[in-house]
Every structure is written in C-alpha cells, then in structure tokens.
C-alpha cells in the first residue's frame, strides 16, 4: 500500500508518500509546496497547492492518503487560511479518487514515537529512523506529513484480530512474541 501523507499549510504545505510492504514502511518521496506569501493572494495560493500536490500524486499514484486535522489556534484569521489550504490538498486527493483519512496531531504523534506529546524533534527522528533516512529534512512540516503517512499505514494493518484473553492473543500473534 502507497500512503501519501499531508501536513497542510497556507505558506508551506508538507507532503511525504510511503509504501508499506507487509510490516515493512519504504520512503517514496517527502518534500514541502512552498508557496509564495508576498504579492499572491490567497485563492492563488490554494491553486498552487492544489496543482503542485497533484502532480506529487500522480507521480506516485498512492492508494490512500493521509491528513492531519485543524487544530484550533489562537487566531482565527490563520485558522481559516489553515482550513482553506487543508480544503485545497483534500480536493486534490479526492479528484483522484484517494481515500481519505484525518489524524489529530497528538494521535499521529503517539503514532510514530509512542508518546502523545511529543516534541517535533522526537517526531522527526523517529521518521527518520523508521524510514531510515539519512538526511535531516529542512522543514518539520515534510517529517510531520511523513508522520501522518505512517500513522495510517500503522493503523489500517490486516484487520485487528480480536482475542478474548492474553492466550487468545498470544496464539492469533506469535510473530510479536519474543521467546
């Protein structure tokens, strides 16, 4: 499965695609949509996400993608140039078909590090170690929708199984049993 995973942003819109292959997470391609502030309205910059986030998909052709949710900020004038851009990058999924999925930060971050408050900087080595690259990123928006990626790839694994006890458990999973 191709996960693209999105970080949405008004002025730098991260991105990153991975392919899960059984219990194995590869690196396809990870970046950020910078788009200019200065002398650009809005509603050019939603298009703009929207075209450069296509291309990304159809250069990967992904199976689902991946969004972190709006979280709610102190000024409402960013929240909705957030909620625009998030609009934009959605679209952009949706008009190739993609599932969509919506993952709140703090939901991504227990993810990928195992803790819910993690610090962008736990986030970003951690992807850097499950996907094992080598470079740090310039921006932790690129790591953050890498995050998102991974976090659904994690979460969307063969259907859970349930057990009715430890031994039930145990037997339905021997492969995550350490003797």
């Known amino acids: 499965m191709i996960v693209l995973g999105v970080d949405p942003g008004s002025i730098v819109c991260g991105f990153g695609v991975i392919e899960k292959k059984g219990k194995l997470l590869f690196l396809v391609e990870y970046g950020v949509l910078q788009v200019k502030k200065k002398n650009e309205e809005l509603p050019q910059r939603l298009k703009d996400i929207f075209l450069r986030l296509q291309s990304v998909i159809e250069r990967t052709s992904p199976d689902a993608s991946a969004f972190e949710s709006v979280f ?74 890498l995050a998102v990626a991974i976090c659904h790839a994690l979460r969307t694994e063969s259907p859970h199984k349930t057990a009715k006890s430890w031994s039930d458990w145990v037997r339905q999973n021997p492969e995550r049993i350490k003797s």
């Open 72 to 145: 709610y900020s102190k000024n409402a004038q960013s929240l909705a140039k957030l909620s625009h851009a998030r609009g934009s990058a959605i679209l952009a999924a949706t008009m190739h078909d993609l599932p969509i999925a919506e993952y709140t930060p703090r939901v991504v971050k227990k993810a990928v590090t195992g803790n819910g408050n993690a610090s962008k900087e736990q986030v970003q080595f951690m992807v850097k170690t499950l996907l094992k690259i080598e470079e740090t990123p310039d921006f932790f928006d690129a790591t953050d929708a």
